[in-house]
Structure formats: C-alpha cells, structure tokens
C-alpha cells in the first residue's frame, strides 16, 4: 500500500452494494478523510502480517481493490483467499477473476501451497460464478453466519487444490 492509494480509496468512496457483498450495511456515500487515513493505516498493519500476502489490483495507475491471503498454514500448506473491489464501475470487467488467477498461482507455484479456501455469502451470486471460473468448487455452507439486513444469511465455503488449478492451465 502506498499512499497515492489512500487518495484512490477516497475518491472511489462507500458503495452500498459493494460493502452489502462484504457483509456491512454502509449506504453509498463519500469517504471522509479520516476514514481514508485509517483503511490505510489498517491495510499497512494487516499487511506486516508475514502470514499474509497482500496485492493492490491496480488499473491504469489507480487502486480498483485488493487481494489477499490470510490464515496461512505452513504445516498443511493452505491459506484462505479474499478480493475486493472498491467500486462497481470495476465489476464484471473480468478483473477479479484475472486477480484470482495470478494469486492461485502465485499461491501454488510460487509458496508451494496445496489448498486454498474462501468464504462468500450466498447471495453473491456473481462472486460464486467468478470463484468457480478460477477452479473453486463449492465445499459447503456455513448457515446463518451473517446477521445482515435484519435477517441471516449463509456463507458459501469454496476451494480449490494445487493440482485441480494447475489441470485447467493452458500448455
């Protein structure tokens, strides 16, 4: 992270369907400058993690969103994956899934990992679509794990292994 992306993150500003497929009620809105300050604050910290890897999804020079893994397990060689995009005028562009792919790999080829996990809620639909074209397939479903909306709602479990990712690469 680096700070021309605070100044990106503020102008693309709160999107109410973004931040519902995330599992937050937050209407569409401007960004204050302190919430600015803070998310950069907060992605340099999660950042220092070394049990992370963290990656901008940049497009023309501008941050569109982030990617990253978490909850690394060196011992059984998986980790769990979370995208984010900052606005919907980024979606269905193909660049969450371009960002998905490069992780995957970089996750298998590079670290030497066998596994690697993720959460979605089960109304985003669109994600799940995404996930699966990247080689997720879908493990199971956690109910009612979110409390959004005034009602609940399940996270879909999906993933995808080292060797089922390398099978559906070109070559």
């Known amino acids: 992270m680096e700070a021309r992306d605070r100044d990106s993150r503020l102008r693309l500003g709160w999107h109410e369907v973004i931040e519902r497929n995330y599992g937050h009620e937050r209407p569409t809105g401007p960004m204050s400058e302190r919430e600015a300050d803070d998310w950069l604050v907060e992605q340099r910290q ?17 941050l569109a969103g982030v990617a990253f893994l978490h909850s690394m397990s060196e011992v059984d060689r998986k980790a769990r994956f979370a995208i984010g995009m900052f ?24 670290l030497g990992l066998r596994r690697i ?31 959004l909306e005034n009602r609940w709602h399940d996270d879909v479990i999906m993933g995808v292994l080292a060797r089922e990712f390398a099978a559906r690469q070109p070559g």
């Open 46 to 62: 999660l950042s220092s993690d070394r049990s992370r890897f963290d990656w901008v999804i940049d497009v023309d020079g501008d």
């Open 87 to 110: 606005s919907p005028e980024f979606n269905g562009l193909g660049l969450g899934s371009e960002a998905t792919r490069l992780v995957l790999g970089h996750a298998f080829d590079v």
């Open 117 to 147: 996990d993720l959460r979605v809620l089960a109304f985003n639909t669109a994600a799940i679509r995404s996930y699966e074209s990247c080689g997720f397939v879908i493990e199971g479903r956690e109910r009612e794990s979110c409390w």
